[in-house]
C-alpha cells in the first residue's frame, strides 16, 4: 500500500514536534545518552521510520543535525574532543547523504574556542569563511586572543610599536568579513547559530572593527543587519549613533534610523529624520514618500497636504499617489471617501485589479467592532501599500 501523501508544510510541522519531544528527552537522560550514544541514535532513526516513513532526505538529515546538535550542548562530556569526534562520527552514519562534515567542523571549532584552542579552532574554521557572518570575526578573535596581554598600556604600546602581527591577522579577518560578504544567520538555519558564545564573540569583535576602521561604513552596516534579524534594539540604538554621527548622509543608515523611530513610536524622532533626508536629498521622491508614510500613520492633514504637494512637484508616479490617498482617507476614518479613491484605483490599475480586490477585503475590516482585527486590518493595509510603494518608486526596503 501506498504510503499516504503529505504537504511538506504539515511533514516540518510533525518534525518539529518530534524534535521538541527529543529534545526533552535528551535534556531528561543526558547520561544514558552519554554512555551509550550509539543506541540513542537508533532510538532517533527508528521514531523517525515509525512516524514519518517517507520523510526526505534532506528533512532527515537536517532532523539528524538538529538532535546531535542539542546532544553536543546538554552533554557533560562537550568539553571531551574524542567524545564530540565519536558523536559526529555516529550522526554523520546515520544521515542519508553524505554531504561533507561542514556542519560538524563548525561546531568542533567553536568548542575549540571555547576551550581555549585557537590554533585547532583557525584551522577548523578557515575553510567556512563564507558560510556565514559569525565566522571571519570569530577567526579574528582567535587571533585577536594570540596578542600578549600588556595591561592598561596595551593601546599606548601599539601607539609606539605598532600592531603585533596576531592583532594584524584579526584586523584581516574582518576585513575579510566585508569582502565576501556571507550570509546573515545562516548557522541559525543549520541549528547552531544561537549558540551565546559565539555571537558575543561576533560583537565583540564588530565593534572593535568599528573602532579599528572608523571611515568603513561597512562593519556599521553588517551590525544593524545582524541586529535586526536578531531582535537587538539596544545594539541597533548603539550602532545608528555612531552610523549617523560618522555618516549623516548615508540613507541607508537614514532609512534605518527611520523603521527604528517608527517601530519606536517616536513620531517627532521620526519627523527629525525625514527632515535631514530632505536636507540631504533636496532632489529626491524618497524623503517625500517617507514623510507622506509618516503623515498617513499619523493621520495628520497638513503634513499629508504639504508632502502631497511636493510629491507631485517631484512627479510621484500617479498609482502610488492613489494608493497613499486611499491609505490616508481609510486611515482619516473617512470611509466615503476611501471608497471614491478605490473606485478611481480600480479604473487606474486596470489589469492589477487582483490587488485592489485584497485592498476591498482589508478596507472592510476597518468597519469592525473588534480593536483587534481593525489594528491587523491598519498594520496590513498600510505594510502592503508601503511594499508596492517602494518597488514602484525602486526605494531600497530596509
Known amino acids: 500500500m501506498d504510503e499516504e501523501w503529505q504537504p511538506d508544510a504539515i511533514v516540518r510541522l510533525k518534525l518539529d514536534q518530534i524534535k521538541r519531544e527529543f529534545f526533552d528527552y535528551i535534556d531528561k537522560n543526558i547520561d544514558k545518552i552519554d554512555a551509550n550514544v550509539p543506541v540513542f541514535y537508533g532510538h532517533v532513526i527508528a521514531t523517525l521510520e515509525k512516524n514519518l516513513p517517507g520523510v526526505s532526505d534532506e528533512l532527515h538529515d537536517r532532523f539528524i543535525d538538529s538532535i546531535t546538535v542539542q546532544v553536543l550542548n546538554a552533554s557533560k562530556r562537550s568539553g571531551e574532543i574524542s567524545f564530540i569526534e565519536k558523536l559526529f562520527d555516529y550522526a554523520e552514519r546515520n544521515k542519508c547523504k553524505k554531504t561533507g562534515k561542514a556542519l560538524y567542523d563548525i561546531l568542533l571549532g567553536m568548542k575549540m574556542i571555547n576551550l581555549g584552542k585557537y590554533p585547532e579552532a583557525i584551522e577548523l574554521l578557515k575553510k567556512y569563511r563564507t558560510v556565514d557572518a559569525l565566522i571571519c570575526p570569530a577567526l579574528a578573535y582567535c587571533y585577536f586572543e594570540y596578542t600578549p596581554q600588556q595591561g592598561g598600556d596595551m593601546d599606548q604600546e601599539e601607539l609606539i610599536r605598532g600592531p603585533t602581527p596576531a592583532a594584524l591577522a584579526a584586523r584581516e579577518q574582518m576585513i575579510e568579513l566585508v569582502r565576501l560578504n556571507p550570509p546573515m544567520n545562516r548557522l541559525k538555519e543549520m541549528g547552531i547559530g544561537d549558540d551565546p558564545g559565539i555571537n558575543k564573540i561576533f560583537w565583540f569583535m564588530l565593534k572593535q ?190
Open 209 to 398: 572593527a568599528i573602532a579599528w576602521f572608523p571611515e568603513d561604513r561597512e562593519f556599521l552596516r553588517i551590525g544593524l543587519e545582524k541586529a535586526t534579524r536578531d531582535g537587538k534594539r539596544d545594539i541597533k540604538a548603539e550602532l545608528l549613533t555612531v552610523a549617523i554621527e560618522r555618516f549623516y548622509s548615508d540613507m541607508y543608515f537614514l532609512r534605518e534610523l527611520y523603521q527604528f523611530k517608527l517601530e519606536s513610536r517616536d513620531a517627532g524622532g521620526v519627523a527629525g529624520v525625514v527632515k535631514q533626508m530632505i536636507q540631504q536629498y533636496p532632489d529626491e521622491i524618497e524623503p517625500i514618500y517617507f514623510g507622506l508614510k509618516l503623515s498617513i500613520i499619523t493621520v495628520r492633514p497638513e503634513a499629508y497636504f504639504r508632502f502631497r504637494k511636493l510629491a507631485l512637484i517631484k512627479s510621484i508616479p500617479q498609482n502610488a499617489l492613489l494608493l497613499l490617498d486611499f491609505a490616508f482617507e481609510l486611515m482619516s476614518s473617512k470611509q466615503y471617501e476611501a471608497l471614491a479613491c478605490l473606485d478611481e484605483i480600480k479604473v487606474k490599475f486596470g489589469t492589477q485589479h487582483y490587488y485592489v480586490t485584497l485592498l476591498e477585503y482589508v478596507a472592510h475590516d476597518f468597519l469592525s467592532d473588534d480593536e483587534k482585527k481593525v489594528k491587523q486590518a491598519k498594520k496590513a493595509m498600510i505594510d502592503s501599500i508601503d511594499q508596492y510603494c517602494l518597488k514602484l518608486l525602486k526605494i531600497k526596503d530596509t
